[in-house]
Every structure is written in structure tokens, then in C-alpha cells.
């Protein structure tokens, strides 16, 4: 017996836990050397081969050459009905000093939150606020419709190219 109360082990018991971590430790360093080796890459003849032919993009197509995909409704999805929100390209366009960068829009009003730009300072707007004056009365796709004494204006996203605003407008 072992001062631990445990029985000592045979010597065959012994030499086989031995032998097993001998084993073990062999298997182990086999396996860590195939771990850190360099791999090895075969060997490649570049003088047969021929250099890649350069494709160019093809231009990506405005929003509105898909209408007729739209119009089909081919997953039978719900379409949006007429909402009573203004029509934005009867009203003028103001000039605040104040940059609109988007709109977060949604069909229930509460909801819809607009980005603009005051000097060089971001805020998050919403129907119902005030901006120089003016209060918000829509948020629409790309648009804030203002109020001032009954009169409604437009506040629009200003766009960078006229690329941009076929793809933001579905059309010039």
C-alpha cells in the first residue's frame, strides 16, 4: 500500500501506462510537426497558359427598367395602396440651409424619422417637429413636406449626379 491508502500498482500495470504514453507522445509530436511543416505546392507551367481576357462590367440599369417586373407581381405580394400623403412635384422646393440625407419611411406616420444636417451637426427628425421655422408634416421616400401658416413645402434629398437621381427617381 501507497501512504495514500491506494494499493500499488503492478509492475505490469506499470509498464503498460508507460508504454502507453510513450505512444501517445509519439503520435503527438507526429502530429504537431504536420501542423507547423510548410506546405508544399506543386509546381505550375505558366509558359502554356494564356493571360486572362479582361470583361467589362455591364452598367447597371435604372430602377425603372424594371417597372414592368414590378407591375407583374409575380409573388402576388400586397401592393401599397394610395396613400393621402401630398404629391411632392406640385409643391416648390424650399431652401432651408439644412441638408436632407435620408428617410426612414413607413406607412404609419409615427414611425417615419428623417436624417438631416444642420451646419455640421446630424439630427433624427420626425413629423411633427420644428426645422427653421417650418413644421414637418410628411416624411416621404427621399422628401420632407414642411408647413409654415398653412403653406406646404418640399424639402429634398440633394442629389450627386443625374445617374443618381434616374436610380432614385425612375427616370430624369
Excluded at 510513450?22 to 504537431?32: D, P, R, S, T
Aim: hydrophobic share 45%; charged share 20%.
Amino acid at each position: 500500500m501507497t501512504g495514500l491508502g491506494m494499493p500499488r500498482p503492478s509492475l505490469r500495470t506499470a509498464g503498460l501506462a508507460l508504454a502507453a504514453v510513450i505512444v501517445a507522445g509519439y503520435f503527438l509530436c507526429g502530429a504537431g510537426k504536420a501542423l507547423t511543416a510548410q506546405p508544399q505546392l506543386p509546381e505550375v507551367d505558366m509558359d502554356g497558359m494564356e493571360a486572362p481576357v479582361a470583361v467589362e462590367a455591364a452598367p447597371i440599369p435604372p430602377v425603372s427598367h424594371f417597372a414592368a417586373i414590378r407591375d407583374r407581381n409575380l409573388f402576388r405580394a400586397a401592393m401599397p395602396e394610395a396613400s393621402g400623403a401630398t404629391a411632392i412635384e406640385e409643391l416648390p422646393v424650399v431652401q432651408l440651409g439644412i441638408k436632407l440625407l435620408g428617410t426612414i419611411y413607413c406607412d404609419a406616420a409615427p414611425l417615419s424619422r428623417a436624417i438631416i444636417l444642420e451646419g455640421d451637426k446630424q439630427r433624427l427628425v420626425k413629423v411633427g417637429d420644428s426645422l427653421a421655422g417650418h413644421s414637418i408634416a410628411e416624411i416621404q421616400r427621399r422628401a420632407l413636406v414642411l408647413s409654415k401658416g398653412g403653406e406646404k413645402k418640399v424639402l429634398l434629398i440633394e442629389l450627386e449626379s443625374d445617374d443618381q437621381a434616374e436610380d432614385m427617381w425612375g427616370g430624369a
